[in-house]
């Protein structure tokens, strides 16, 4: 009878497991409005109200709530270790509870669904503090966070991540959406109440991981909120699961999830909004006691006096500040709208001298700069911009609002514009040293000496980083380029003519080899540029010189040819004295570059990792595969 038994009890295991194999083959495809019996397998504090919609936690604290779907989904071919594209769409709602939200949730794909250890809060129900990070995790994730955490790198109270391994996003941006009407980002609150939909692509090919998000109510926006190009071979190599994850702390919140779509190899399926479950009203604050409260007599001629004075101050208070906002309006000097400092016509005219030629900085192909004084100690630099359509003038005052708030040493700070006709002037801080062109390949400027190049180098470096990750959003610079990059008073870089819509750069020499068929600028089309401009800056010559011998009209091709002879040092610019180079730090910036300008976009580092190339933080890769395909 044992022996039947157990007979029997293996023949059921063996039945399940086929059936779970066979679903989870033809599992690679879902859509769920709601998750009424729907294939989801529950844990923590998540439940399924009877409406459809799933609660992964309440407005408890220190909660934690997981919800995967039944079957693991298979993220690579057969016989293949190479990953697999994927799409899905899914439509959440974050109700803060009293006070301040907390703490978010997150999209999963996961080996397992044992979280055994977790912690709540800040971890998500998905690490804690000893396995955060660790590789052998071998976690995806998309959080959607509303507390910050400093110790954790988090921006603000309110951003998406894409998270690897670990709750420290290696690419992160403020919630926002993009309107193709307005050519600009608008802010979205996560915790909001409001139903929010989220679209995660991952293209295999161009191993590139895509997360859009916008308001219920609106179209998929054309621009995602988060680009971040990794391989995902090594990470999703066999069958996953997914689902998600939601957590509370001190701070609580309610994470609902409406509606849930997935598909492996092709689009998710378009979710019907009208099929959705709806998001339950919070309580009404309690209604006041009917029992009228307990009068207090009063004279009444006293009451009247203090009623009549009252609203007397009141209307001298408010043409007050009518006389002054009209006297403002008609001074037409400095006012601010839409976080950008606006300058009138009158003001930036009078400051460069009715844009007098003696006050000419210099001229580019995207406008003329000039030098003003708004006050005897306050110099700027104006950049005169025509505008050939009005797409391009609305597109570009669209841009300043947003680059008018980044901050960093290594930029050139935008101050403020001024609009007149199809004519706009950006207002920048002066930067007194001039352009660096003029210091590589003029002799008008003292020679620089190598700590000043690397100085300069490293500089570049942690500036184009933040415009490509560590801003309010990202942003590409499209145009980077020597003349692009100015010098202060201690010879310190500041990269400007940033954040003007995306650009190409039409430098001879600059253009990455993709632009010429995309036109697209794009972070590896900037690497590249920056490659070549770091060659230029030891070497001391420009990316092409025609008149040069043919091996040495292309800088790059020249400098891989150094390298393959094992003669690199000899390619420095001739100005520089020999005993003030330091040849480990020259050969780091010359193999650098030649890893930044590969061809393949695929070879190119990321600016955080140049960023710690330069600072000796990482090693560069073997040189092998450094300059394979250059």
Not at 540 to 545: C, Q, S, T, W
Request: one cysteine or more.
């Amino acid at each position: 009878m044992t022996i039947t038994s157990k007979s029997i009890a293996l023949t059921i295991i063996f039945l399940l497991l086929s059936v779970s194999c066979a679903s989870s083959q033809q599992e690679t495809k879902f859509l769920n409005h709601g998750f009424l019996g729907a294939n989801l397998l529950k844990f923590g504090s998540s439940i399924v109200h009877p409406s459809g919609l799933l609660e992964l936690t309440n407005t408890s604290m220190r909660q934690i709530g997981q919800a995967f779907h039944g079957f693991p989904i298979p993220f690579s071919k057969p016989n293949s270790s190479n990953s697999i594209s994927f799409s899905t769409s899914f439509v959440f709602a974050i109700t803060p509870g009293p006070g301040a939200p907390g703490h978010g949730l997150a999209f999963v794909i996961s080996p397992s669904m044992d979280f055994t250890g977790a912690l709540p809060s800040n971890y998500l129900g998905l690490f804690n503090t000893s396995n955060n990070g660790n590789s052998l995790n071998r976690i995806l994730a998309v959080e959607f966070d509303t507390v910050q955490a400093v110790e954790l790198s988090d921006i603000d109270d309110n951003h998406v991540g894409i998270d690897l391994n670990g709750v420290v996003s290696v690419e992160y941006a403020s919630a926002a959406y993009f309107d193709h009407r307005d050519a600009k980002n608008i802010s979205l609150r996560l915790a909001s109440g409001d139903p929010i939909r989220v679209w995660i692509e991952y293209n295999a090919t161009e191993m590139m991981l895509n997360v859009t998000l916008a308001p219920l109510e609106r179209p998929k926006p054309n621009v995602p909120l988060l680009s971040r190009k990794m391989n995902l071979s090594g990470v999703l190599s066999e069958e996953h699961y997914i689902g998600f994850a939601a957590a509370t702390g001190t701070v609580t919140s309610t994470h609902l999830v409406l509606g849930w779509s997935f598909s492996i190899e092709g689009k998710a399926t378009e979710i019907d909004l009208t099929k959705l479950p709806s998001i339950p009203k919070p309580p009404s604050p309690p209604s006041p006691s009917s029992t009228p409260p307990v009068s207090v007599k009063k004279d009444s001629n006293n009451t009247k006096l203090i009623i009549i004075f009252a609203a007397s101050a009141t209307g001298v208070i408010i043409m007050i500040l009518a006389l002054l906002g009209f006297w403002l309006f008609r001074r037409k000097q400095v006012f601010f709208t839409g976080g950008a400092r606006k300058f009138s016509h009158q003001m930036i005219s009078s400051a460069t001298g009715g844009f007098d030629n003696s006050r000419l900085l210099g001229e580019r192909n995207s406008g003329s700069f000039y030098k003003g004084n708004l006050t005897p100690t306050e110099i700027i630099a104006v950049k005169k911009i025509a505008c050939t359509t009005r797409q391009q003038k609305t597109t570009l005052i669209a841009e300043i609002a947003s680059i008018s708030r980044l901050r960093q040493r290594n930029l050139v700070n935008l101050l403020g514009y001024c609009s007149k006709g199809n004519e706009i002037y950006l207002v920048y801080e002066y930067v007194p040293n001039g352009s660096l062109d003029r210091f590589l390949f003029s002799n008008d400027r003292p020679v620089l000496t190598w700590s000043d190049r690397f100085c300069i180098i490293k500089g570049l470096a942690a500036g184009l980083q933040y415009l490509h990750g560590e801003g309010q959003r990202p942003l590409i610079h499209g145009n980077v380029k020597a003349s692009n990059v100015l010098l202060d008073e201690e010879l310190h870089a500041r990269l400007g003519d940033y954040g003007q819509g995306i650009r190409h750069s039409s430098a001879s020499g600059y253009v990455a080899p993709e632009l010429v068929e995309t036109v697209k600028a794009t972070r590896d089309t900037d690497v590249f540029g920056f490659g070549v401009l770091i060659m230029e800056i030891v070497c001391g010559r420009k990316a092409i010189e025609p008149t040069k011998p043919p091996e040495e009209i292309s800088l790059v091709n020249w400098m891989l040819q150094g390298f393959k002879k094992g003669d690199l040092l000899q390619r420095c610019d001739t100005r520089m004295h020999r005993d003030e180079l330091v040849a480990r730090e020259v050969l780091l910036v010359m193999k650098t570059g030649l890893l930044c300008a590969n061809r393949s976009q695929e070879a190119r580092p990321m600016m955080k990792q140049v960023v710690r190339y330069l600072d000796g933080t990482e090693r560069l890769p073997h040189d092998d595969y450094l300059f394979y395909g250059v």
